[in-house]
């Protein structure tokens, strides 16, 4: 099991996860020529891909997924919420809506759904499983739900959001309500409740933690990267940070 990240951030957003001969996209903000571009950066087709699957509809998440799928005849999965937003914009298109609670199956892929607070119509995030590694993504969350503690708890590995340093948000270039959706209970997670987020959870199996959806404008990597650390015990070069134009190259999951 591997997972990497073609970018990271509110200007467009896509991982891959793969198990075997299955290979998925989550989410795709970026246009189809980039997308392309990015995948080869990872040393791969996009034709390969055999699923898109959908966190929520907004833009930087969702902004190239249709036009991809038509172009290589991908199938797009989502909670039937988000797809309300989006039928106009999907026709043509194989959808297969999902339950927000109800596991599935891609191929070699298990995945867990986990709904989540943000200010989306039906937001979720996953949980992806080989059988034997679990590897979780959660971004797009203003805060931490038990449902959400007891789904994340003990992956090997973490891709976790650490939009903003609450300090830098409070005192930025942001106008106030915009400061107060992202800071809000439907907003993202600051550094400090990614932290308290992963100080609950059993790690002792974590291979991997990676800092993700950092805003460029309100954190930098380096306050990312020491609030994780300071909650792992580890040396700060043992946290991965996808970042905006480069993502994050292959993790492999063993």
């Known amino acids: 099991m591997r997972f990497a990240l073609l970018g990271s951030g509110s200007e467009g957003n896509a991982l891959v996860v793969e198990v075997g ?15 392309v571009l990015r995948l080869q950066r990872l040393q791969l087709e ?13 833009s930087d998440h969702i902004g190239g997924v249709a036009r991809l799928a038509r172009r290589f005849d991908l199938p797009v999965w989502l909670t039937h919420g988000t797809l ?11 959808v297969h809506e999902i339950n927000p609670h109800q596991r599935f199956k891609i191929g070699d892929i298990d995945i867990q759904p986990c709904p989540v607070p943000h200010d989306a119509a039906e937001p979720v995030q996953y949980v992806f499983s080989d059988g034997a590694r679990r590897l979780g993504v959660l971004t797009d969350t ?19 959001e650490c939009n903003h340093d609450a300090g830098m948000l409070r005192a930025g270039p942001y106008p106030a309500k915009l400061k107060q959706r992202v800071g809000g209970r439907f ?54 940070v996808a970042t905006q134009t480069t993502g994050l190259d ?4 063993v």
């Open 187 to 240: 907003g993202h997670l600051n550094n400090d409740q990614a932290a308290s987020f992963l100080a609950g959870l059993d790690t002792a199996c974590l291979q991997h933690i990676v800092a993700a959806h950092l805003s460029a404008q309100n954190n930098t990597p380096e306050r990312a990267v020491r609030a994780l650390s300071a909650v792992l015990a580890c040396r700060e070069e043992e946290i991965g």
């Open 21 to 35: 001969s299955t290979r998925l996209l989550l989410d795709c903000g970026f246009s189809v020529s980039e997308t």
């Open 46 to 58: 996009a034709g390969t891909i055999s699923a898109i699957l959908v966190t929520h509809e907004h």
């Open 142 to 160: 203003g805060h931490i739900t038990p449902h959400i503690e007891a789904m994340f708890d003990g992956c090997d590995a973490l891709v976790l």
């Open 84 to 94: 309300r937003f989006q039928q106009q914009s999907l026709a043509g298109v194989t």
């Open 250 to 253: 292959w993790r492999g999951i």
